[in-house]
């Protein structure tokens, strides 16, 4: 069976990475990914893995590199964060376009202006429309179940799709916490083999990859797009189950926590989902039917799930560690999309508050504030206002 | 110990603080517990005032933010009391360990700490300049800090600092670290 460590998530990512043994590892450092890729490349250098490892000269190129290893039929990995993955931008559209299950995790960070190092959800909201998968972690051991199930998602070959796995930078990536490792045998036996698609290295069968698509197919082309991200779903759930039965720790679309008999919830993701969970516990303890989602398959969003999941609430606040400026919060039109579909017409009052940007604390009195709020709404108290930050310093 | 135990470490860039509250909680993980360690991040520069973390619990932990009551607050450059207030927050049974030459019941005074909470104080600059040869407190404030709270165990606390050093420094350093634990956790004072 396992290991029971004490690691940062940044070293429990990069050992997921070295027991998945990819062939290619193309990469540019960043605050605060820098510390998966030093270890990953520590592991190339100590012989641990057999990847070849292409130090690039900027995001966009890493990820260009990454593009024409997966291509050519390797199994690839790179890292980014904030900036980083701003630049790899273009190039995220054309790993999915073009159906290469390149895995990556995104410590997620802040994006300038000001310049910010700390954690939030900016860079993964922002890469929302971009074609990949994202699994989301609240913590080190979720990071790195998450990314082992990655390459099981990603290189389905229902789907063949890029995958990105995000956690908190700094909150998770740089804190040290318990987790559990699985064995290198278990990891490799459960991830198995790479079985490329279309490789271009089979060169017995020539074969182009992002072509020249004009007014004739490009339509059909993405909605051939849209059909596989409809396949995702059940893929995730599969793998879920077979990781379950192999760690023990089990996983769905996302996870709901003293839900089923509650009045009131949060919608949060990440580790500030972990904290609001103790004060979920904390207002039970008061006889106040709190409960919590917390969100994990980002895209595609499991609309209908989620949907099902929070119609029976009267209130619920949706928590977003970005902001769409001019618009709600990412993670706000989501669950307003959710529930306005929801079977039946029934549905909760909602609210969206904006926290932690730029890795502002999000404290157990910040959790608290909000469900005090929401227990006035669901006895019918106004909505101030739909919108609006927390933890502000006024 | 069926509760939460809290940390602070209050410290300054360069005295090994951060690594200090890292192998406490490798130290805290046996016995099936689960433990936290994060420093506060900011602009690192040897010299400024710093802060750390730990919790350690019988349950698994999911909170993800600084610690704001501590139960345990380790004090490992004593001139960061002149510039701030290292009892902010603490709980009305808390623990104090602060590293000075001076006697308990002064620090008691200088903290301003309530008649339920407790002050133990060691020499561990001293400490650590005899026996490591540098201003490194971080050793002997861990078997301080060990003692005062009876966290783990003194043979099982110097196993770990063997463990996390043994990676990067020489015997020689290695003895000298174990010594000053050894050191810390005997010379400490309550009072």
Redesign the interface.
């Known amino acids: 069976m396992g290991k029971?460590?004490?690691v940062t998530g940044n070293e429990a990512v990069a050992n997921a990475l070295r027991q998945a043994d990819p062939d290619v590892c193309s990469l540019y450092p960043i605050t605060p990914q820098t510390d998966i890729v030093q270890r990953f490349s520590s592991f190339v250098a100590n012989g641990l893995v057999k990847t070849e490892l292409i130090n690039a000269e900027s995001e966009h190129s890493a990820m260009s590199a990454a593009i024409g290893a997966a291509a050519a039929g390797g199994r690839v990995i790179t890292a980014t964060s904030s900036q980083g993955m701003a630049l790899m931008w273009e190039m995220l559209h054309i790993a999915s376009g073009m159906n290469l299950p390149i895995i990556m995790p995104l410590v997620n960070r802040a994006l300038s202006a000001p310049l910010n190092?700390?954690g939030d959800h900016s860079d993964g909201m922002g890469a929302r429309d971009t074609g990949w998968v994202q699994l989301w972690s609240?913590?080190a051991q979720e990071a790195y179940d998450n990314t082992i199930m990655a390459f099981r998602v990603g290189e389905h070959m229902d789907i063949r799709l890029p995958v990105m796995v995000c956690m908190?930078g700094?909150?998770?990536s740089?804190?040290?916490?318990?987790m559990e490792y699985l064995e290198d045998g278990e990891v490799k036996k459960f991830i198995g083999p790479y079985v490329p698609k279309n490789p271009l290295l089979d060169i017995e069968h020539p074969k182009s990859f992002g072509p020249l698509i004009l007014t004739d197919l490009y339509h059909e082309y993405k909605r051939l797009q849209h059909e596989i991200m409809g396949r995702v779903k059940n893929v995730v759930l599969q793998v879920s189950d077979e990781f379950a039965r192999l760690s023990g720790r089990k996983y769905g679309l996302f996870e709901s926590y003293r839900l089923e008999d509650a009045e009131i919830a949060l919608v949060i993701l990440n580790?500030?989902a972990?904290?609001s969970?103790?004060v979920v516990d904390e207002l039970r303890g008061k006889g106040i039917k709190a409960g919590l989602l917390k969100p994990r398959l980002f895209r595609p969003f499991p609309y209908e799930e989620v949907g099902q999941a929070l119609k029976h609430l009267k209130a619920v606040c949706v928590m977003d560690r970005a902001d769409s400026f001019g618009g709600y919060g990412p993670m706000f039109m989501e669950i307003s999309s959710a529930m306005y579909q929801a079977d039946g017409g029934q549905r909760p009052r909602l609210i969206n508050k904006i926290y932690g940007l730029g890795?502002r604390?999000?404290?157990?009195h910040d959790a608290r504030g909000v469900l005090l709020e929401l227990v006035e709404i669901a006895k019918g108290a106004p909505v101030r206002t739909v919108k609006e930050y927390i933890g502000v310093r006024e | 110990m069926s509760e939460m135990i809290e940390i602070r470490w209050h410290g300054r860039g360069g005295q090994g603080t951060v690594t200090a509250a890292k192998v406490l909680a490798d130290a805290c993980l046996s016995g099936g517990r689960y433990v936290q360690a994060f420093p506060e991040y900011g602009p690192e520069r040897a010299g400024a005032p710093l802060r750390a973390y730990n919790r350690i619990s019988d349950r698994e932990l999911r909170l993800y933010c600084p610690v704001t009551n501590p139960k345990v607050v380790s004090v490992v450059d004593a001139s960061i009391m002149d510039a701030m207030n290292v009892a902010e927050g603490a709980v009305d049974d808390a623990i104090f360990v602060v590293n000075t030459a001076k006697e308990p019941a002064e620090i008691r005074k200088t903290l301003g700490a309530k008649a339920t909470q407790k002050i133990f104080t060691v020499d561990a600059t001293s400490i650590a300049i005899n026996e490591i040869g540098r201003p490194l407190p971080n050793s002997p404030m861990l078997g301080a800090v060990v003692r005062a709270t009876g966290l783990v165990e003194l043979p099982h606390l110097s196993e770990e600092v063997r463990k996390s050093f043994g990676k990067k420094f020489s015997e020689k350093i290695i003895n000298g670290n174990l010594k000053a634990v050894e050191r810390g956790y005997k010379e400490v004072r309550e009072g």
């Not at chain 1, 604390?361 to 157990?364: A, E």
């Open positions: 029971i460590v004490a190092i700390h609240e913590s908190d700094f909150i998770v740089h804190s040290i916490a318990r580790s500030a972990g904290t969970k103790d890795g604390d999000f404290m157990p």
